[in-house]
Each structure stands twice: as C-alpha cells, then as structure tokens.
C-alpha cells in the first residue's frame, strides 16, 4: 500500500512547504548584548570582507558576479576587444527538444553578452563587489578616460541594473549585445546524439534579442537605457511570448527608477544576511564564508530552478545541467545551519515534481516506487532509471540522498507537515524501489545486486547503496512513529534495518567499494563513506570500532592522490571534523582553498561547478557546531588556529538556536533557544565546568540533567531562550566578530 498523495498537496507545491519551514527571527533576548543587531554594524563588517578587483578580470573565474536564482552576470573582458562585457546567463534557459537528454536536447543554453562599448582601450579597474548590498561598484579606466559604475541583478526583479556615468576624460558610453549561440556546451566536449537539431541564429532587432527554439519556445533579451541600463531576460516554452513578459519587467523597472530600484533590491539583501553569524579569526576563510552565503542567494531562490552545476552563470562546461550522486547534494547544506530556507529550492523541486520521479522508474515499478537517473533538469525527469543488477553502471542511490537533503530541511524545522506531505510519502517510495531488488541469503542475511557506486565502480552489496538502505528504513521507521501512521511497511523496514549485509571492509584498509570492490586507485567521491558522513548511521563519538574503522577509511581513500578534487577535501575536512580532529579539516580548507578556489572563489573541473566552495562552507559548520544523533556539539572541531569564534543563530537538528562565543582559545558560553520544543541535548564544546543554566528571559536557574559524553540534557519548552556557563561565573554575553586581520583576500586585489 502507498500512501496517497493529495491533489491539494501536489497545488500546494513549494508554497505551502516553504511556509512550513519558515521561521521569523526571534528578537535578541534582554541579557544577550548583539553588537550585529543592526545595518551599519553589517555594513561594516562584511564591508572588510568584500572580494576587490584592481586588475582587470579576464575569465569567468576572476569575474565578479551577480544574481537573484533566476538571471545571472559575470563581469569580466570577454574575447581580445578590450572591453568590460556582462556575460548574461539564466537558470530557466534550456532547450526542449528530448535527444540526448540532459546533456544535448535539454541542455541549460547560454544567452549572449551585453558589452560597455567603449571609445578606448580598457585599462584599469578599481571595483568592489559588495555583498551586503549585493552591488558591483567603482571606475573603470580606459585610453580615454574614467567611467564611474554600479551594477545588480534586482533581488526580487529579473532585471540587470547597470549605472555608468564619465568621471574624467573624453569616454562615451554605449552598449552592444552579443548573442550566444544556443547550442549545448556539452557539444564542444562530445559528439552530438543523432537527431539533435540545431536551433536557429538569433534575431537582433534594435534592443530586442529573440532566440526562437526548433523545440518551440524562445529566450528574449531586452534592455533600454544608455547611462542607466535596464536588461532582462526572459525564457518561455511551449509558447513563444516571452516578449510580452520582457516589456513588462522593463517597463514596471524603469518606472520605479534608479533610487526606487536599489532601496528594493537592497531592503531584501539587508534581511539577508542577519537570519545567522559566524566570525573566526582567519580573514581568507572567513571571507570565503561570507561570499558563498551571497553566491549561493545569487544562485537559486526557493521559487527558481533547482541549482544546477553551475547556477545561473553558464560557461563551457560539459555539465549544462543538475547533477544528482553528489552536486545537489553538497550545495544545499549551507541552507539548513544558516536558516535560509528561501533558498532551498531542491526541497521544493522535489514536491513540485514528484510525478516525474515515479514516471523515471521502469513501468513496472511505478505503483510503489521513485527514482531518478544521475541528471536531469528542473522538472527532475531523468529518464529511465537504472535497475539494481542491471546492464551499465547502475547508479540507483541518488534520489534518495536528495531526500537526505530534504530530511535535514526538516530536522532544522520540526515542521511535522513537512516530513509527513513530503519527506515520508517520498522516501517510502524511494526505499521501495530497493525493496524490489533485495534478497536474502539463507543465513537470513539482505544482499543488494550488483549497483554503481558514483565515481568508482559497480559491485555487489555497495556501500554507497547500503548506506542510504539503511538511513532510509530507519528514519522511515522514526517518522512512522513520530506521526503515528502505523505503516504496513514497518515490520518489512525493521527487518531489512536488523538484517541488512554489513559494510563491506577489510582491517586494513578500511571500507570497500563493496563486496566485488576494494578500493584501490584514487577515488574523488566519498561515495563510499557515506555511512559516517553525511548519513551518520555508525557513530564515532563513543563507539571505538567505528571510530578506527572511519580512521582507517579516511587513511586508505586519501593516500591515493591521482584523482583528488575540491569536494575530496570538503568532505574529508568534515569527516575529521566528526572525529573531532579540527587542525586536519581545518588543513583539508586550507589545501582546498590553495589547490582548487578561484580568484572569486569559484570552482572548476572542465568547466564550472558550484558545489565544492559552497560545501567548503558546510565543513566549517561541521567545525563549529554538529546536530547529529540528537545530540548538539558546539565547538566540536575548532583548530587551534582559531583562538577567537563567534557564532550566533546558527540552526541544528531539532529546531534549535545557537549562539557561543570563544576568546584565548577557550569557550565563554553557550546559549540555547528552543524553536520546537523538542528534547535537547548539549554538549558545550570546551567549556569548563561544573555547569550552571540560566533562563535569558528572567534571569531564573534552569534544572538539567547529565547526559553522555559530557552532554547536559535541558528541558526546554517551544521559546526557552537560556545560557550555558560555567557555575559561578558572569561572562559578558556579547556578539561581535572575532578579532582577525582584515587583508583582503579575494577577487584581484
């Protein structure tokens, strides 16, 4: 038996689900001094921060950029004119035509570039992207004089800002655009499928590029304006209207004006950033931080497409879509600590789309079962999804790690609505296309057929496969009960939980591929690893075997060096991070930003991919604060380097606040505010003890209750704002950023 989906539900879509996860930001409470409480506080500090250009950017990956989910730009010189061109892009551009999938007949489309028609030479920049106004500003020098600039893709409208006024010199401005050729970057890296068709050259007439498709359906560019430049873009299928739409976002734009459309645009990003803190004494990494938090808002809106490899900004890449057996996956977790669920447009693609993952699995299993294939792009259909045991390289886990993704959306809320309407109906669907497959042996002992583990190899009993079996059943069996819905299938997930093949592994090396598979050549992924991290499903604090077992893993899969990339190091620093061992991830951030970040703090491998920066940010989380377990640990992971910390609202698992401040290496406090009501359990970080609690509303002492591994476990009702501190002692509770040097660090200063 499923569990029906309701025709409300599926109206409902991301709108009621992001209602359900929204939180209003509790005001600070009487005795917590927040320095960060207001906008020239914000100004300030993230001013110091802001990635600066005093040379020109000559790539995408010097570029500074700007976006709102939907329409993006990269400003940089494009081609051997030296001109500063706006290379325009937009997540909601892609052909239609079917051949080839993903890759080829669906492919994300470039749309073309506006550039600043200079009479002379460019020579010289002096720019700042600031991220609390989400705003490109300063001169550009050319062989004829100085032009004063500002520019921004509007918050909330999908319309380019771009103000250029001469500053000295005899320089005009003018404008021209170039249209992209809209065929799939994919073809300058493989040969096209047959039957692909080529779409037609673009029309420009006047300031209207219209780009028709041979799928049906077009992309319209439209700007006005010669000092101010207003620009849109605009992407429309089956139907070829999208003009209509592009004169309305100019025209509703240019009657707002300059002054009107910046107080708009900077009203959202001011709101932006105050939902959370983090300050740690290291300037690069703390920058770093901070910009990923504006990309990843430049990116994708809960309201936009589900992100792909490299958001709004297409360049060459052989990856113009969404990847789903990590991609997705890493580029999300920022969302959950920080509470910007604004942004979590994957759990709301997940609920909009549900038909598509039940229509990607073989016809057979369609009555009982979801899937997906690896890509796909913002209506999640994939194709047809691989079969466990089947031809190829099966890769049959990735779906139900997306749900992952949408269970920790959860878990940061307690929404009950959410797990029940979507994470439970889903991920029971997803578990039960395995269901199909699983056997038992006659020891009674489950056997998964031969899978693709992502980035490796096919074997038998994978552990990549294993790993979400098992998470998968027992938080199906936790929501069972918490919901109380008496599933039919909860004796069968029970079963398949207690009987469940162990981790292939060996005492050496550590664990397998699978059972077929050691690993023995260097591997990028940790698709193998899942088990510790993300999936927490064998804990390291207190189990010993576990904990050598990881320690063993980590070992083998890092001393193969050949194929190491980005994410390699985000998600082995946060696995050391699990171990507690903060110098390692913080050297794991180290190398990643070394080896692998852009000037502005981009990522490429053939072509850009967001994920591993925005990841780098998680791995810092996972050093400041980890909520897995039921069980919250702050400061489990800080390196010794980082003598100073502040971190203030960051959300955990079980709907909490956190805020705790570290001075001379050392803990102050640690305060805690319950959302949801829900138990709680604390371990507070290196503070010294014995303990004392106090309510932060009236001062009063709060009884608590010792719990393992040096945990207090506090009764807390939904609005208990209380703080953790050493029995005997006042500290001052104040938030303010962590002492550090200000050198900047990013873009090309």
Request: proline share 7%.
């Amino acid at each position: 038996m499923s569990l029906p989906i309701s025709r409300r539900t599926l109206l409902a879509g991301a709108a009621g689900l992001a209602g359900s996860l929204a939180f209003p930001m509790p005001p600070s409470p009487p005795g917590l001094e927040d320095t960060m409480a207001a906008d020239p506080a914000w100004a300030a500090y993230l001013g110091d921060l802001d990635p600066v250009w005093r040379k020109v950017p000559t790539s995408f990956y010097q570029a500074p950029f700007l976006g709102n989910g939907g329409l993006g730009a990269a400003v940089y010189q494009t081609g051997s004119a030296k001109r500063l061109a706006f290379k325009l892009g937009d997540s909601r551009v892609r052909d239609h035509q079917g051949t080839g999938g993903t890759n080829f007949g669906n492919a994300r489309l470039p749309v073309g570039e506006l550039t600043l028609s200079t009479a002379g030479d460019l020579t010289a920049v002096d720019l700042r992207l600031s991220l609390f106004d989400a705003e490109l500003s300063g001169t550009i020098t050319t062989s004829k004089g100085v032009l004063g600039l500002r520019a921004f893709v509007h918050a909330t409208r999908d319309v380019l800002v771009i103000s250029v006024n001469p500053k000295s010199g005899n320089e005009k401005v003018a404008w021209t655009f170039t249209p992209a050729l809209a065929r799939s970057p994919r073809l300058d890296f493989k040969p096209a499928p047959e039957g692909l068709r080529t779409n037609p050259p673009a029309a420009l007439a006047g300031t209207t590029c219209t780009q028709n498709l041979v799928a049906g359906g077009q992309t319209v560019t439209r700007w006005q304006g010669t000092n101010t430049l207003l620009a849109t873009v605009v992407h429309s299928f089956p139907a070829r209207d999208a003009a209509a739409q592009a004169g309305r976002n100019l025209g509703a734009a240019a009657d707002l004006g300059l002054d009107g459309l910046t107080q708009e645009h900077r009203r959202w990003w001011h709101a932006f950033y105050p939902k959370s803190f983090v300050s740690v004494a290291d300037t690069r990494l703390e920058s770093f931080y901070w910009i990923q938090l504006y990309k990843l808002a430049s990116a994708t809106r809960r309201d936009r497409p589900v992100l792909g490899t490299c958001g709004p900004w297409l360049e060459p890449t052989p990856w113009p879509g969404t990847w789903w057996n990590l991609n997705v996956q890493l580029e999300y977790w920022l969302v959950n600590a920080t509470g910007h669920t604004e942004l979590d447009s994957l759990t709301a693609s997940l609920d909009a789309h549900r038909d598509n993952l039940v229509a990607n699995v073989p016809a057979q299993y369609r009555s009982d079962s979801m899937a997906m294939a690896r890509t796909s792009q913002e209506d999640l259909a994939t194709g047809t999804a691989p079969v466990p045991g089947g031809d190829g390289d099966p890769e049959v886990g990735d779906l139900t790690w997306a749900l992952h993704n949408a269970w920790l959306s959860y878990r940061h809320s307690m929404a009950d609505g959410v797990l029940r309407d979507l994470v439970f109906p889903l991920l029971r669907k997803a578990i039960n296309y395995y269901l199909h497959f699983l056997t038992k042996d006659p020891g009674g002992t489950y056997h998964l057929p031969r899978t693709f583990s992502p980035e490796y190899a096919s074997t038998k009993d994978c552990n990549y496969d294993l790993a979400l079996i098992h998470w998968g059943c027992a938080t199906l069996l936790a929501a069972n009960k918490r919901l109380k819905l008496g599933d039919p299938l909860a004796a069968k997930w029970q079963d398949v939980l207690d009987h469940l093949v162990k981790p292939p592994q060996d005492a050496t090396n550590g664990f397998w591929i699978g059972a077929d598979v050691q690993l023995t050549s260097s591997h990028r992924h940790y698709s193998h690893l899942l088990w510790f991290y993300p999936l927490y499903q064998l804990e390291v604090t207190d189990n010993p075997a576990n904990r050598a077992a990881l320690t063993r893993s980590m070992a083998h899969w890092l001393g193969y060096t050949g194929a190491q990339q980005g994410y390699t190091f985000t998600g082995s620093g946060s696995m050391y991070a699990v171990l507690g061992e903060g110098d390692k991830a913080h050297g794991q951030l180290s190398t990643l930003l070394d080896k692998y970040v852009q000037p502005n703090t981009m990522y490429k491998e053939s072509g850009p991919v967001i994920e591993t920066p925005l990841s780098g940010a998680q791995t810092m989380h996972d050093m400041l604060v980890q909520s897995w377990g039921d069980t919250i640990r702050v400061f489990p992971a800080v390196p010794t380097a980082w003598a100073e910390v502040t971190v203030h609202n960051l959300r955990t698992e079980g709907a909490f606040l956190i805020s705790a401040v570290r001075r001379a290496g050392r803990t102050q406090f640690v305060r805690v505010r319950s959302l949801a009501g829900e138990p709680c359990q604390v371990v507070p970080g290196d503070l010294a003890g014995p303990y004392e609690v106090r309510s932060l509303t009236d001062g009063s002492a709060v009884p608590w209750q010792p719990g393992s591994g040096g945990s207090l476990r506090l009764p807390l009702s939904r609005g208990d704002d209380v703080v953790i501190v050493t029995r005997g002692t006042d500290p001052r509770l104040r938030i303010a950023p962590a002492a550090s040097n200000t050198k900047r660090y990013w873009g090309l200063p």
